[in-house]
């Protein structure tokens, strides 16, 4: 009875603000004023956003018991420091996957919380970038560049970086540039990606001793490029507009390669942690707390302020552009008033 209830209420593209759109999906949306109570319910009835909400939302479950249930005891977490790099990781990845399905469940309240949700959703990307150049830098560097001055270097670049993504993201969803966002996204990436790049296609001295850590890189790195190219090209939705509007569009692609990708991401990290462990902690210092989990709360902070201007900047935008149309609609009345008075005259 819901579907049925919740599916009379989905709307054509032609029904919806502009910023709701989506390019070549013509149906399936839901009403851009829906309550709480209407978005949760529309997670368990078909709408265009019901698998964006699933596929994220499994993948934080999957995370989040593979954390706490399974590595924390195989991996003892909660006795060796040299994990913190990884716990960062899992707990940025499932961070980024809660606040995904949040922000496809609950963007549909208002226009304004459309935008602030996927402010969220672009800081969230951003601190796992962080996470995992946090992960690169101690557990998969190349012999050749280990503790170089591009090592050195590494970490703080990618700092300024993800703050810089964060910034970039937002600002590219107020210019509707697509293109920004992409390009800050992928930049992080290339950036964080690079050493293991290196250490994969080089495989000098004993880099690639363990061939299944490489395996798990190299999947990760097929799978992180069919992300990008299918969330670029909006395939398969460009060829066929308006066929794939609830299930099959690229959105729902992206969010299941990108998660396989941090899986794969996740096994080879794990791999290189155990079987690299002698070597990285006689090159390199045991991680703290403070050198991994504080830096990233620190940035996931700064991050906030960031949110905070662009939603205050959204928030005013959005009353002066609602006093405008009312003046607008006042100044028709009391024309047309007018004109009503000099016909009586
Ligand atoms: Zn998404």
């Known amino acids: 009875m819901c579907s049925e209830m919740c599916a009379a209420k989905l709307q054509r593209a032609d029904q919806i603000s502009e910023s709701f759109r989506e390019p070549f ?36 479950l999957y995370f989040s018991w593979i954390f706490t249930q399974y590595l924390w005891h195989e ?25 995904s399905s949040t922000a496809h469940l609950f963007n549909c309240i208002s226009e304004r919380i459309h935008h602030i949700c996927f402010f969220f959703d672009y800081s969230a990307i951003s601190i796992y970038g962080l996470a995992t150049c946090l992960m690169y830098n101690v557990y998969i560097f190349p012999q050749s560049l280990m503790n170089s001055a591009y090592h050195e270097l590494y970490f703080p670049i990618s700092v300024v970086i993800s703050l810089l993504c964060t910034f970039l993201a937002c600002a590219a969803r107020l210019v509707k540039w697509k293109m920004l966002r992409i390009s800050a996204f992928s930049t992080q990436y290339l950036f964080c990606s690079f050493p293991l790049l290196y250490r994969c296609v080089f495989c000098e001295d004993h880099d690639c001793d363990h061939p ?52 794969c991401q996740l096994r080879g990290n794990i791999l290189d942690m155990q079987h690299r462990r002698d070597y990285l902690l006689s090159e390199l210092p045991m991680p703290t707390l403070f050198n991994t989990a504080g830096v990233v709360v620190g940035v996931l902070m700064l991050n906030l302020i960031i949110i905070g201007i662009f939603s205050s900047f959204i928030w005013e935008n959005m009353d002066s552009r609602k006093a405008k149309q009312k003046t607008g609609i006042l100044t028709i009345l009391w024309q047309s008033g007018n004109n009503n008075i000099l016909k009586e005259e």
Request: proline fraction near 4%.
């Open 25 to 60: 999906i013509f149906s399936g949306y839901r009403s851009c004023h829906s309550s709480v109570s209407s978005c949760i319910l529309s997670a368990f009835s078909w709408n265009n956003e019901t698998f964006n909400f699933w596929t994220h939302f499994i993948t934080f």
């Open 212 to 263: 299944g850590a490489i395996q798990f890189h190299v999947y990760q790195f097929i799978l992180c490029t069919v992300t990008v190219l299918v969330y670029g090209s909006r395939f398969p939705e460009v060829v066929a507009p308006g066929k794939f509007d609830i299930v099959g569009h690229s959105h729902q692609f992206f969010h299941i390669f990108s998660s396989l990708a941090n899986y």
């Open 75 to 99: 991996l003892r977490f909660d006795v060796d420091p040299f994990t913190y790099p990884l716990q960062v990781f899992i707990a940025s990845i499932c961070l980024c996957m809660l606040v």
